[in-house]
T-cell receptor
């Protein structure tokens, strides 16, 4: 597609379950970012990928959160043993290294933990 | 921590110019000023960026002071669809560092 694609767009899960959120960046974009945004709050950085490696994982809030990227393309954010405070919109963005630094964001995955 | 300071909210009448200020007094010589906006329930959208010269594109104009310690984003003819949260961010141009979003300015355009 032409833009960043995220799935699912909405996910409702029970506390304690694991969830996987997927991000398809724009083709050719080597940098990929995950953010989350709780209701009424700003964007919180989670992790950044350059290719398949993650030089900056500083925003992951706990060891229940992990992410991987394969083939320099699709990325998956996994949250294990979800808690109610994990409820948020998880946003993915990609960018083309060496250009003007513009990040292209997806529409996000809204996670609700009951 | 965000390196920018913005007013939490502003109002603007439809059809008038919206001028959104941003302070970035600790900006480094290699850092650009970027503006993004986030319309409700959507992902952030890039608007414009600049180093020291004023910039203009189809969406907005960016005015950066000579000392580069502050800037103003100008939407020349605001419409209701411009209602959004506007984020001012400083970042090195070719950096792949994360964008650090502050709290932004919530712009409300009214009829």
């Amino acid at each position: 597609g032409a833009g960043v694609s995220q799935s699912p767009s909405n996910k409702v899960t029970e506390k304690g379950k694991d969830v996987e959120l997927r991000c398809d960046p724009i083709s050719g974009h080597t940098a990929l970012y995950w953010y989350r945004q709780s209701l009424g709050q700003g964007l919180e950085f989670l992790i950044y990928f350059q290719g398949n490696s993650a030089p900056d994982k500083s925003g992951l809030p706990s060891d229940r959160f992990s992410a991987e990227r394969t083939g320099g393309s699709v990325s998956t954010l996994t949250i294990q043993r979800t808690q109610q405070e994990d409820s948020a919109v998880y946003l993915c963005a990609s960018s083309l290294v060496g250009r003007n630094g513009e990040l292209f964001f997806g529409e996000g995955s809204r996670l609700t933990v009951l | 921590d965000a390196k920018t300071t913005q007013p939490p909210s502003m109002d603007c009448a439809e059809g008038r110019a919206a001028n959104l200020p941003c302070n970035h007094s600790t900006i480094s010589g290699n850092e650009y000023v970027y503006w993004y906006r986030q319309i409700h329930s959507q992902g952030p959208q890039y608007i414009i960026h600049g180093l020291k010269n004023n910039e203009t594109n189809e969406m907005a104009s960016l005015i950066i002071t000579e000392d580069r310690k502050s800037s103003t984003l100008i939407l020349p003819h605001a419409t209701l669809r411009d209602t959004a949260v506007y984020y001012c961010i400083v970042r090195a141009l070719r950096s792949t560092d994360k964008l650090i979003f502050g709290t932004g300015t919530r712009l409300q355009v009214f009829p």
